[in-house]
């Protein structure tokens, strides 16, 4: 799915697959609601695979952004 494509105004857990396109895997209402799906899919890969993103409807004027994409901040993980 291009940026373009995604929901607006909506908490996302998406998969990046290549430069401007990404798998949608799940929207949500609230950051948290996202931040935990995000690490729980995670922590089944092992690896930051799948981020959660807020998308932003465009602003009035903006230089033909068809969507901003905001990353919830990941949290840090001790090595063991």
Do not use: I
């Amino acid at each position: 799915m291009k940026l373009a494509e995604l929901p607006l105004d909506r908490w996302l857990v998406v998969e990046p697959l290549a430069f401007n396109e990404l798998k949608l895997v799940s929207t949500h209402d609230a950051q948290k609601e996202a931040e935990v799906e995000r690490d729980k899919r995670n922590k089944d890969v092992g690896r930051h695979r799948y981020w959660a993103v807020r998308t932003l409807a465009p602003v009035a004027g903006a230089q033909g952004c068809a969507a901003g994409v905001m990353h919830a901040k990941q949290p840090k993980h001790r090595a063991n």
